[in-house]
T-cell receptor
């Protein structure tokens, strides 16, 4: 099946620094990728939709200046958490839809961000 | 507004018995439903799905039932195995969340005891 690779798997950083998370579709092209965030014991919450060659679409309440998304190619989307603070500590997961407009999503392995 | 709800945060069953995980939704525009399985520190993996034109879909030990009038779906795992222990998320799409934009429930932690 389709594989989505996410890197890094874990990041520990100081407050105020920026962190970049990469999401790659390894054996298929993804014009759209989705970024989710999950706090402990809560659901996966969609943060934004990354669109190749155009601006990302952010969900209500998500700061676009804080969570910068770049979808530079058909296989790579990046999420940069700028000036991270402890409240940004969370599990970030990217996903891409299966080919042919399928409703099924393939997920990356996630990135656990801890901001000290 | 939680449009997809999994009211049981946890479920514990014995190996070999049936596991039944439940999910309720409020948005009548949802027309496609999926179940994902998630291990700690990993991304969710797709398990099984069902379209609103069906009321049952079966894949090996996994069966999903959909009751549209009650806006309820359930995932049955039989027989349950210790390796099934994970968090199970119910997800839905359709209407305003069309395409691959999925709305997830809160998840149910399934523990299968040997």
């Amino acid at each position: 099946g389709a594989v989505v690779s996410q890197h890094p798997s874990r990041v520990i950083c100081k407050s105020g620094t920026s962190v970049k998370i990469e999401c790659r579709s390894l054996d298929f092209q993804a014009t759209t990728m989705f970024w989710y965030r999950q706090f402990p014991k809560q659901s996966l919450m969609l943060m934004a939709t990354s669109n190749e060659g155009s601006k990302a679409t952010y969900e209500q309440g998500v700061e676009k200046d804080k969570f910068l998304i770049n979808h530079a190619s058909l296989t790579l989307s990046t999420l940069t958490v700028t000036s991270a603070h402890p409240e940004d500590s969370s599990f970030y997961i990217c996903s891409a839809p299966a080919a042919g407009g399928s409703e099924k999503l393939f997920f990356g392995s996630g990135t656990q961000l801890s901001v000290l | 507004d939680q449009q997809v709800k999994q009211n049981s945060p946890s479920l514990s069953v014995q190996e070999g018995r049936i596991s039944i995980l439940n999910c309720d939704y409020t948005n009548s525009m949802f027309d496609y439903f999926l179940w994902y399985k998630k291990y700690p520190a990993e991304g969710p993996t797709f398990l099984i799905s069902i379209s609103s034109i069906k009321d049952k879909n079966e894949d090996g030990r996994f069966t999903v039932f959909l009751n549209k009038s009650a806006k309820h779906l359930s995932l049955h795992i039989v027989p349950s195995q210790p390796g099934d222990s994970a968090v199970y998320f119910c997800a839905a799409s359709g209407g305003e969340t069309s395409g691959s934009r999925l709305t997830f429930g809160e998840g149910t932690q399934l523990t299968v005891n040997p």
